[in-house]
């Protein structure tokens, strides 16, 4: 393997990629928001715990709550007020209570909670199944690296990036400048290339189409900037 796949092959594949990923996990395919959660592990860590504990016994939030709300409110949610200042509330007819509850009628049907559909994300997978994301990210560009025979130490980022940038220690600069820009706007818009030009556009989100025209808009911008300082 020593040339890329053709375009005709690689979009296809791609959208299927970003679409069925979508599809299958509610999930977006993203990149930063995946590293983000990385600069803040334990944080991470305590609301996975929390979530555990949630679903092992439900109890035992149910009573978590209650004595939430006795400490918030000062009385316990079954008990009511002796007395109160100020003019009475109005109540409801006593007739009203007499038909919900007469003998066979109708019991009233409680809300019923439902998932939210549609566009909704599905709940945050936990932190190691993002880190088997990172690493599975990682080991595939290495896998392919080396199966077209391109992998290797280099100095800078060659010659096109030294010509129109730097190199060495000016380049290595330049790029953790960049990285910090990156960062600021992946977390100013929400989302990084991945998320909104592939995810987010594929799913025809207005946010997602804003934020890539204007990104990849910079991109070309300041492409031809460099160009015309070069």
């Known amino acids: 393997m020593t040339s890329y796949w053709p375009f ?101 049907d409680s809300p019923v909670f439902e998932e939210p559909r549609g566009r909704a994300c599905a709940s945050t997978p936990a932190l190691g199944e993002h880190a088997v994301f990172l690493v599975a990210l990682v080991a595939g560009g290495l896998l392919a690296a080396l199966l077209r025979g391109t992998f290797g130490v280099t100095a800078g980022m060659g010659q096109g990036f030294a010509r129109l940038v730097a190199n060495g220690p000016a380049g290595l600069a330049a790029l953790a400048g960049g990285g910090v820009l990156v960062g600021f706007g992946t977390a100013l818009c929400g989302g990084c290339t991945a998320g909104h030009g592939l995810t987010g556009c594929g799913r025809l989100m207005p946010g997602s189409l804003l934020s890539t025209i204007v990104f990849f808009g910079a991109a070309v911008g300041v492409s031809f900037l460099l160009a015309g300082l070069a």
């Open 8 to 108: 005709w092959a690689t979009a296809p594949a791609l959208a299927a990629l970003t679409v069925g990923y979508w599809i299958l996990l509610r999930r977006p395919l993203g990149v930063s928001g995946v590293l983000a959660r990385f600069s803040r592990v334990r944080e991470e860590l305590e609301v996975d715990r929390g979530f555990e504990a949630m679903e092992a016994d439900p109890a035992a939030l149910e009573a978590a709550m209650a004595a939430m709300t006795a400490e918030a409110f000062g009385m316990a949610p079954e008990e009511e007020p002796s007395s109160m200042e100020g003019p009475a509330l109005p109540t409801a007819p006593s007739s009203m209570f007499e038909a919900a509850t007469a003998p066979g009628s109708a019991p009233v």
